[in-house]
């Protein structure tokens, strides 16, 4: 499919592309027709008809072609294959999405940060180094790379580093609390990368002086660049994160999305629920939350804002639930989980070179699974830790674990996998090898990690 897909490159008609097809896969024209008919302006996602070798296609697939900026093109060479595809290992022989960790540093100091703002910053990895891993990044094919952090805009070098992925057919959302001025968002424009996401969480100085602990000028400087953002036609969203403080349908919700409808080309405008934070107290998280209720009407809100502003894309709050762990479906939630994608196809740089599994666990020792000073990231993915980690066995789980006598085991942690995060949410950080909490055998969750 990679390969039929990459023929379709905005400059062919689909007869053209149906040719060149019909020469390279020896299928008749209609038989073909019939294939691609099932991506073409497709209203949902596709999934394949053997679950088993977990094929998904976006919506809207293939699509006429019109007035769309398009910075990736693919050719059939891009997707080699010889032999037969081998689908008994979930595990992927290389990773395929990457997050890279440029800086813990931040503009801003968020109540609800999930981040370890642990002070590494002596050891982090130089300019150079990080040029190094995104070309090795490209050499084992990872598609698709992602920069986080603490604030990426602060790295200073981060153009350098920009500017190298592009060159390396990257080409990332930038996601930032910093009133970015004309002269940066014109370089981002300039090298391709256009998707930027603004975090606001208020139009209310008081409000996020109280969130984000920032000045009283700090809106009207985000609004600056949200203003910039919308003049220069940058394909923009928002983000905001509800805690008690700006939760309040009329007085903070409402004010805030007349704000941001008023916007022209605003293209998302996302919203979620605070969550529990492996680096703060359980008692920092009951002070913060929002409650469940303002959550739920926050969310009827939105529904109703979807027929008004088509052109928009809302995301909208969806607490976990005390169901989720105590429910009467259970054991039909629990096996109908998503796949966790930590070590199967996914892997996080650290600042300081480390690698890990999950965006949350950061320099949790269980899940380092190497070191980029000592080794390369393919050695790293196929290294000792990584695969002892994802095929875990049952004789290092401890005896306090419902997981060390389970006769499901090996189905359950070598297939769909759990959510280690959650699991050290819930028990704490020293018990990472407690049963997913989900899990109908888990015990009793040690923290309140969800909406009641």
């Known amino acids: 499919m990679a390969q039929m897909l990459s023929v379709f490159d905005g400059k062919r008609t689909m007869t053209e592309c149906l040719s060149v097809l019909e020469n390279r896969f020896e ?9 691609l008919d099932r991506y073409i302006e497709n209203r949902e996602w596709i999934n394949s008809e053997d679950e088993s070798k977990c094929f998904l296609a976006l919506e809207n697939m293939l699509i ?40 813990m540093r931040c503009y801003t100091d968020c109540v609800y940060c999930y981040a370890d703002r642990r002070n590494h910053v002596e050891t982090n990895l130089s300019t150079q180094e990080i040029l190094d891993v995104i ?23 981060i153009k350098e ?33 256009t998707q930027i996401q603004i975090s606001i969480d208020s139009i209310n100085p008081d409000t996020l002086s109280s969130v984000l602990k920032v000045d009283k000028d700090y809106f009207e400087k985000i609004r600056h660049t949200m203003k910039l953002l919308d003049e220069m036609r940058f394909h923009w969203q928002t983000n905001t994160i509800l805690t008690k403080y700006n939760s309040h349908l009329e007085k903070e919700v409402k004010p805030l999305f007349s704000f941001l409808t008023s916007f022209k080309h605003i293209r998302n405008i996302r919203s979620s629920e605070a969550g529990y934070s492996l680096y703060k107290t359980p008692e920092h998280y009951r002070a913060i939350k929002a409650r469940a209720e303002d ?30 762990f105590c429910g009467v479906n259970k054991k039909v939630d629990f096996q109908e989980r998503a796949i966790c994608t930590g070590n199967e196809q996914a892997l996080i740089v650290l600042p300081d070179g480390k690698v890990t599994i999950c965006e949350e666990l950061y320099w949790h020792p269980q899940f380092l699974i ?13 290294g000792k830790k990584a695969l002892d980690l ?17 006769h499901d085991f090996k189905e359950c942690r070598h297939h769909k996998g759990v959510c280690w995060k959650m699991i050290l949410q819930a028990y704490g950080m020293e018990q990472w090898d407690q049963a997913d909490p989900r899990c109908p055998d888990a015990l009793p969750l040690k923290n309140e990690i969800y909406y009641k």
């Not at 190497?370 to 196929?382: F, K, P, Q, V, Y």
């Open 370 to 382: 190497g070191d980029l000073r000592e080794n390369t990231l393919a050695e790293i993915w196929n």
């Open 135 to 157: 070309r090795q990044m490209k050499q084992i094919g990872v598609k698709d790379v992602s920069i986080n952090g603490g604030e990426v805009l602060l790295h200073p070098d």
């Open 295 to 324: 959550l739920h009407s926050i969310a009827l809100y939105i529904d109703t804002l979807k027929d008004t502003f088509p052109s928009i894309n809302f995301k909208s709050p969806n607490p976990m639930s005390e169901s989720l």
């Open 390 to 406: 994802f095929y875990i066995q049952q004789n290092v789980i401890s005896e306090s674990s419902p997981c060390k006598l389970c």
């Open 161 to 193: 580093i920009l500017q190298e992925m592009v060159r390396c057919g990257y080409y990332p959302l930038i996601s930032t609390k910093y009133p970015v001025e004309y002269e940066m968002l014109e370089f981002l424009h300039k090298i391709g990368i």
């Open 64 to 103: 006429q072609k019109g007035d769309y900026e398009r910075v990736e093109y693919y050719k059939m060479e891009d997707f080699p294959m010889s032999g037969k595809a081998d689908f008994s290992f979930r595990r992927n022989h290389g990773p395929v999405v990457a997050i890279f960790e440029l800086t």
């Open 27 to 35: 299928l008749s024209r209609n038989d073909l027709q019939e294939i």
